[in-house]
């Protein structure tokens, strides 16, 4: 499509002013973070290191910061089995209600975060703490409750692959004699490699910088970085503290999506 001069300057125009919506705010706490004033007075008029240096001594922050690591990584593992297992069963095979249960997967990256964290948090409190299942609010179910929306980023990008990649090299190899199993590892599993790893480098994503699931599945025994934050922002004292873990939070949340995104759009594992 051939756009006028007019139309490009348009388009360019209406780029930055989204570019400047989305991320300016993200660039102040950045700049906040080594901001020397303790009120942050803008502009700043001196830079400093030593709220950098506070926050990692900081064992509250450093506890919060390993929970959150901590609740990414299993969520993330557990998404990736589950996600994929899902994946195929879409993508490879027919069967009645197949699209309707593909949509009750997908289904809840869509919902509001406070709807999901309600219905986990009655589904744990007032069924699952029963003496038949005695789940409590703690590590568990705050990584049951990020596996929900992670199995989704799993599910996505993987059943889009497969659906782009051609069964009959699948069919070749079992033609040929090998097990279901080799046939994935030497097969299949080439063909989605870059799909799991930008799913999963999504999903731990997501989970790392989650607040609202959290705060409503986690009770009292479980801090992680962003209810951390969130307790603290309120406190004067803390306040220069937690513009340094808000930047260091953006900067974790950041590198794993745009890892994400370059593998998403690898040609190499699309080639068939």
């Known amino acids: 499509m051939t756009l006028s001069p007019l139309a490009r300057v348009a388009l360019r125009v209406f780029l930055g002013i989204v570019l400047l919506f989305l991320y300016v705010p993200l660039l102040l706490v950045l700049v906040n973070s080594f901001n020397a004033s303790r009120v942050f007075a803008w502009p700043p008029e001196n830079f400093t290191f030593s709220w950098w240096r506070e926050a990692l001594d900081n064992q509250g922050a450093r506890d919060a910061l390993v929970e ?147 705060q409503l599945t986690a009770g009292s025994g479980i801090k992680t970085l962003p209810i951390w934050i969130f307790e603290n922002l309120s406190r004067p004292n803390l306040a220069p503290i937690v513009n340094v873990v808000a930047a260091l939070v953006i900067v974790i949340s950041v590198i794993p999506v745009y890892i994400a995104q370059r593998l998403s759009d690898d040609p190499a594992d699309s080639r068939v």
């Open 68 to 214: 959150s690591l901590k609740v990414a990584t299993y969520a993330t593992v557990i998404a990736l089995l589950l996600g994929t297992m899902i994946s195929f069963a879409a993508a490879r095979y027919s069967w009645f209600g197949r699209e309707s249960i593909s949509f009750l997967f997908v289904l809840p990256i869509a919902l509001p975060g406070i709807v999901t964290g309600v219905a986990l948090q009655n589904a744990f409190v007032n069924v699952l703490s029963t003496d038949s299942f005695q789940i409590t609010l703690g590590l568990l179910t705050v990584v049951i409750g990020h596996t929900t929306f992670c199995i989704v980023v799993i599910f996505n990008n993987v059943v889009a692959r497969l659906r782009r990649s051609a069964q009959s090299l699948e069919e070749a190899s079992m033609d040929l004699g090998a097990s279901t199993f080799q046939t994935f590892f030497h097969v299949t599993f080439p063909q989605i490699r870059s799909a799991l790893l930008a799913g999963g480098l999504l999903a731990f994503g997501l989970s790392f910088d989650e607040i609202i699931v959290t």
